[in-house]
């Protein structure tokens, strides 16, 4: 019997809030706007120009923000960090290829392939930092 009427009562609640909430008016009435036209003020193309060189302006005008600093990669470091711990793709993130090193860590290096393929991109010179030519050293 409690649950017929906890669902009266919730019934009840869903129609009065589709009933009779919609149709009470607010206490403070709203001007209409028939169109967008008449709530915007118009203003003369050469204001309009202005407003956004204005715009233009202030974002170039916003401090920059601090330059990275792109650090030197080690080759010696880079190839101690494959050698002990490639399989989690911890040279990856050194070098900065992070997609690569999330993807090696949760596969172990996609199965132990690409520690090869990354061994023989290391030994031919093919595996620089990530933006760069060369190492360093």
């Not at 690569?100 to 392939?113: D, Q, S, V």
């Amino acid at each position: 019997m409690k649950n017929i009427s906890k669902t009266f009562a919730i019934f009840l609640i869903a129609l009065f809030s589709l009933i009779i909430i919609p149709n009470c008016q607010a206490a403070v009435s709203l001007p209409k706007i028939e169109s967008k036209a008449e709530a915007l003020p118009v203003l003369p193309r050469q204001e309009v120009k202005a407003k956004k060189q204005t715009k233009k302006s202030k974002k170039q005008q916003k401090a920059p923000t601090a330059p990275t600093q792109t650090q030197e990669k080690s080759f010696l470091i880079a190839f101690l960090l494959f050698w002990f711990l490639g399989f989690l793709g911890i040279h990856r993130f050194y070098l900065g290829y992070n997609g690569m090193g999330i993807l090696y860590l949760f596969t172990a290096a996609l199965f132990g392939i690409g520690w090869f393929i990354d061994l023989i991109l290391f030994i031919v010179g093919g595996l620089p930092p990530k933006g760069k030519d060369s190492y360093k050293d």
